[in-house]
């Protein structure tokens, strides 16, 4: 007595055939997915603190820290006079460059990420440059990461 007829075994074969390139193409996926991800887990998020003295009309910074991915940096100001900030870019070697980062309009209680292109512009290190544009001196503090994941 024959289970599978010749019409069935033709069916088994194609099924048999189907499932085998829905497993592969599944794999494809798996490992194209994985080879292209990026591994933001190893960012420089832990926050620093800074306190930059800024005399009337005048900018500031802070120290310069290991940028490790091309997420957004992170700024949280405690305390100043309303300014500007922006992530700007150094080497090991101190020599600032700006970067095509935007510049933001920041002051005391504010918090939020900011873009930046360090990264992207092959840098190894990040720093927040200040803008006074005030007619006084004033002390911008806070804490900041250079990658925010």
Known sequence: MELVGKGDSLKLKFAAALAACALA????????????????????????????????????YTSARSKLNDSSAWDACY???????????????????FVGSPIYYWNAGKSGYLLNNVKERGFPQALLWFNNPNSYNTTISGVWSPDSI
Not at 52 to 59: F, K, M, T
Not at 79 to 85: E, L, Q, R, S
């Open 25 to 60: 193409f599944g794999v494809a996926v798996s490992v194209s997915d994985s080879a292209f991800a990026y591994d933001y887990s190893q960012g420089n998020w832990g926050d620093s603190s800074y306190s930059s003295y800024a005399y009337a009309s005048d900018v500031s």
């Open 79 to 97: 305390g100043g006079a309303n300014h500007y900030v922006e992530v700007a870019a150094t080497g090991y070697v101190w020599d600032v460059k």
